[in-house]
């Protein structure tokens, strides 16, 4: 067990991940000499050789273009995307392609590819800069995305994405690079759709995910000193999502609030309150409440920033609302 | 058209609870009739018109409670509808009104919801007043969905059951506490016949009113008690000379409770306060309810400005209030406001009373009966007295036991005293003048 930052976690899965695989290879804007913008792929240049770490042109729909096709012909391609506000040149290779060769060949061939983004404000990084775009990927069936809140799960989340026959996003939150937290020395990959339950609870459960955990953390530890347990999941996957945990959590603690950074309006806790409301309905006893942020552009200015941005307080105010 | 408004009964009174509509709209009403019944933390009050006119349109259903100022309703004067178009004429004729069940005495509002929702009679369980259908027996109960399972396993009936959550929504704690009670206080009819020495009824809504506001008094004020013996032979010499003038009106001791409490409250300013939550309110006249039982429960009527209102007076507006309050024709502003209220149960031979405070009163006085009894005098020597004993309950958040006990003391020498009823109140009612 050694503690690591959740960066350096993902370096780890990186290069764990082409030394078991010579078919893995990693392609974006200044991954190889400069190591990535956020140093993701630091030392990977070096030890893994230009074939392998390919510093591309400035073209986000390139770069995703050569990844879907090096994935049909058999490649591993693990895509950087230097902020995830640059997806949106990406979409047409992610949607259209991507997502859509396994079922229109007839499941004779498949898009094994990886792309790494990060999302998320808090470093006043402004509007184009700070976008939480999840949902949007998550809405496109054919891909996977998952999201890890911590650097084991950095690193778990994204040996099972390259391991994965299918096209996975990989949504890194860039506020949480610097964080610290233990990687297991026996690393494993942590399976795509399966949530992990934070903290257990018997009064409400918060469903969350990325920078969000911690937050729903602090507002669990807030509520227990007025009596009340609060349940914290940790979704870890957003498509496929973990169903059944929530319902689970649902039918002990009957009261539900859904938390991230992403927009509230048409996010991916909308899905999940609409689905608990399906299959859960006789489960509740208090209105599903949603935290997110504003349905505004992320502001530049700090204070702005911080405003916007969802915080343990809102998800505290939120509870209070469900168990009222 | 004019807008029909919710009434403050009172300062403190900030909304009202609808209970009941008594005219549907499109029905025409007269001057006086009953329009609609509101209940506040003190009493249900119902409203009547103050002319003639048409209920155009209901605007807050029965069961929801709005800020004092609201509208309720809105109303077509009579000269209105005779002026209006044919459509508004047409919802206004009373003979044309849908009501399939209108020979029923079922609320108007519970016969429109009937026929809107296809709803025969039968169907509905009614829980008014002589069997009648409310409008809160149609209506559907808000519940959350986890309450409403918990109540199928139970076989609890949700319309029993108060709900504690937001807007009174019904919530799995409020079916829980539901099913323990019904558990713990019936013979349980799920688990064994019921005896046939014992029968379930449901209570009518001035009963639950009530349950429900001595409840919350008596839970939410914390309550103590000061008592005294008044002696009563000057006192009822003074009313024997004054009820043997045979053109004054008859003056009771209760109505000289009231002007003792009217003169001791203006020499008492400091007393003359409530607690209002997080405030205090300060008045600067004595209004002083008198508890009054009426058929259709308690009603506690207010005597106004008892301080600076002569005897006779009090005797006069006291007679007045109490006929009406038992007819069922108090007003708005016969009720609310008030420190002190009197509650005298020594017609009945008691004792003595310990009340529970009528919310937002500060007190109430528990009269019990004038008795014989020797009590030893100077020498020592049996000396034949009437005495009555008097309970004041206080709130203790205002009131410390040291001001209730002069308080009490004073009111106990102004009866002993009693021609001092008959003066003007020492000092001055300046609600500060206790600072």
């Known amino acids: 067990m050694a503690e690591t930052r959740y960066i350096k976690a993902v370096n780890q899965a990186l290069a764990d991940a082409m030394e078991a695989d010579p078919t893995v290879f990693l392609i974006g804007e200044d991954i190889g000499a400069a190591g990535g913008s956020f140093k993701a792929t630091r030392d990977l240049l070096e030890r893994f050789g230009p074939e392998r770490v390919y510093d591309s042109p400035i073209s986000e729909a390139a770069i995703t273009g050569m990844a879907v096709g090096a994935a049909l012909t058999g490649m591993r391609p693990v895509v950087e995307i230097m902020f995830m506000d640059f997806t949106t040149l990406s979409m047409d290779m992610l949607v259209n392609q991507a997502a859509k060769a396994r079922s229109m060949f007839g499941g004779q061939g498949s898009v094994p590819m990886v792309l790494r983004t990060p999302h998320g404000g808090g470093l006043n990084a402004g509007p184009q800069h700070s976008q939480c775009l999840e949902a949007w990927f998550a809405h496109v069936p054919g891909l996977r995305v998952v999201c890890p809140s911590n650097p084991a799960d950095a690193y778990g989340l994204l040996r099972a994405a390259i391991d994965d026959p299918d096209p996975v996003i990989v949504v890194e939150n860039k506020a949480l690079y610097a964080m610290k937290g233990d990687l297991p020395d026996d690393r494993e990959p942590i399976e795509i759709g399966k949530g992990r339950i934070v903290r257990p609870g018997r009064d409400a459960t918060v469903v969350s995910y990325g920078a969000a955990v911690a937050m729903a953390e602090t507002a669990a530890e807030t509520m227990a000193k007025e009596g009340v347990e609060v349940e914290v999941i940790d979704l870890r996957s957003i498509q496929p999502w973990d169903e059944g945990l929530v319902l689970e959590s649902l039918t002990r603690t009957h009261n539900l609030v859904v938390a991230h950074e992403a927009v509230e309006a048409f996010g991916v806790g909308a899905e999940i309150v609409a689905r608990m409301a399906d299959i859960g309905f006789d489960q509740l006893d208090g209105p599903i409440v949603r935290v997110g942020a504003p349905f505004a552009p992320s502001p530049f200015g700090k204070t702005l920033e911080d405003a916007y941005r969802p915080d343990a307080s809102q998800i505290v105010a939120a509870l209070r609302r469900t168990l009222a | ?435």
């Open chain 2, 1 to 435: 058209m004019t807008d029909l408004v919710m009434p403050k009964f009172g300062l403190t009174m900030t909304e009202g609870l609808l209970t009941e509509w008594h005219v549907a709209p499109g029905e025409a009403f007269r001057a006086g009739d009953i329009l609609f019944t509101v209940e506040t933390e003190k009493v249900a009050n119902d409203v009547e018109a103050e002319a003639d006119g048409v209920l155009a349109e209901i605007v807050v259903p029965e069961g929801e409670t709005v800020p004092v100022g609201n509208p309720v309703a809105r109303l077509a004067s009579a000269k209105d509808d005779a002026g209006s178009t044919g459509e508004q004429t047409k919802s206004a004729r009373p003979d044309q009104a849908p009501h399939p069940a209108a020979d029923t005495e079922d609320a108007p509002s519970a016969r429109k919801l009937m026929a809107e929702h296809d709803l025969a009679r039968e169907q509905v369980t009614p829980t008014g007043r002589n069997g009648r259908v409310t409008k809160g027996d149609v209506l559907r109960v808000i519940a959350t969905p986890l309450a409403r399972s918990l109540a199928t396993k139970e076989g609890l009936d949700l319309h029993r059951v108060e709900g504690t959550g937001p807007m009174g929504r019904i919530k799995a704690r409020d079916v829980e506490a539901a099913a323990k009670l019904s558990t713990s206080h019936q013979p349980g009819p799920v688990t064994k016949a019921e005896p046939a020495h014992a029968r379930q009824i449901v209570p009518d809504a001035a009963r639950l009113a009530t349950a429900r506001r001595v409840s919350a008094a008596k839970r939410d004020i914390p309550h103590f008690y000061v008592t005294h013996e008044a002696e009563l032979s000057a006192l009822t010499a003074l009313r024997r000379q004054l009820n043997a003038d045979a053109d004054g009106p008859r003056v009771t001791v209760t109505h000289m409770l009231i002007r003792a409490l009217g003169v001791a409250l203006t020499e008492h300013p400091a007393m003359n306060r409530i607690w209002a939550g997080d405030h205090i309110i300060a008045f600067s006249q004595v209004d002083i309810g008198m508890v009054t039982q009426t058929p259709g429960g308690l009603r506690i009527p207010v005597i106004r400005d008892a301080g600076r209102t002569a005897l006779d007076d009090i005797a006069a507006q006291a007679r007045d209030l109490a006929e009406r309050a038992r007819s069922g024709r108090l007003g708005a502003s016969d009720v609310g406001d008030g420190v002190i209220s009197i509650s005298n149960v020594g017609m009945m031979g008691v004792t003595s009373l310990t009340p529970i405070i009528n919310p937002p009163n500060a007190m109430i006085l528990g009269v019990g009966a004038e008795r014989q009894l020797f009590r030893p005098d100077e020498t020592g020597a049996p000396a034949l007295r009437r005495e009555m004993t008097l309970t004041l309950a206080c709130d203790h958040r205002i009131i410390d036991g040291v001001d209730a006990a002069r308080f009490l003391a004073d009111l106990v020498a102004l009866l002993e005293t009693p021609l001092r009823l008959l003066r003007p109140a020492r000092g001055t009612a300046d609600p500060n003048a206790g600072e």
